[in-house]
């Protein structure tokens, strides 16, 4: 069964304060995504990525950068977090973008 | 607007019953995923559609493309099916993105 593992699972922080969130997936995927759902919105990408070293731009991007260091590991990063950005976070990998996605098991972030 | 817009938003079903649940499209969509977000949180993939059907165990859900809807098949609901199901679809105009609906909360009593 192909998995993607996500952590911390939750995280509390202060206004201000520097996060990173981890992916790893281990399918053999290019693809791989970063949403934030949160309530009345469904889920929403931030960003995306096909490959080492490439990074694309979703839907909300304002306040994240995202990094892919490897096929397997995608870093979502909050330098300077603020209260907006409090949500659930989930990453998903697929083979392709067309391609069915499947989904960690998120991880909850407070921004205080 | 809305561009994948699901019905109900919350359905209260007793055991042993059938429902469906809707997705509608405002644009035509090439492939629907469908979602079951259980208590803790996770999600669980239900479907993969392109156009079509598929079925599993009693769910079964279908894909047009021409009318630009989906729907999911709650067949003899049990307890364990309860929680929000969300549909997803890639949208011809909506670049590469998985666009979500807001989800369908499924309260399933004895």
């Known amino acids: 069964e192909a998995a993607v593992t996500q952590s911390p699972r939750n995280k509390v922080t202060v206004t201000g304060g520097n996060v990173t969130l981890s992916c790893r997936q281990t399918n053999s995927h290019n693809y791989m995504y970063w949403y934030r759902q949160d309530t009345g919105h469904g889920l929403r990408l931030i960003h995306y990525s096909y490959g080492a070293g490439n990074l694309q731009i979703g839907d909300v991007p304002d306040g994240y950068k995202a990094t892919r260091t490897t096929q397997e590991d995608f870093f979502l990063l909050l330098e300077l977090a603020s209260p907006s950005q409090t949500s659930l976070y989930f990453c998903?990998?697929?083979?392709?973008?067309?391609?069915?996605?499947?989904f960690g098991p998120g991880t909850r972030l407070t921004v205080l | 607007g809305d561009k994948v817009k699901q019905s109900p938003s919350a359905l209260s079903l007793q055991e042993g019953t059938n429902s469906a649940l809707r997705c509608n499209f405002s644009i035509a969509a090439t492939t629907v995923q469908w979602f079951l977000q259980n208590p803790r949180g996770s999600l669980i993939n239900l479907f993969y559609?392109?156009?079509g059907t598929k079925e599993n165990g009693r769910l079964k859900s279908a894909f047009d493309s021409k009318e630009s809807y989906s729907t999911l098949h709650i067949r003899d609901a049990q307890l364990e099916d309860s929680g929000t199901y969300f549909c997803a679809a890639r949208l011809y105009q909506g670049g590469r993105a998985l666009i979500f609906g807001t989800g369908t909360t499924v309260s399933v009593s004895p």
């Open positions: 559609l392109v156009p």
């Open positions: 998903a990998s697929s083979w392709d973008n067309y391609a069915e996605q499947f």
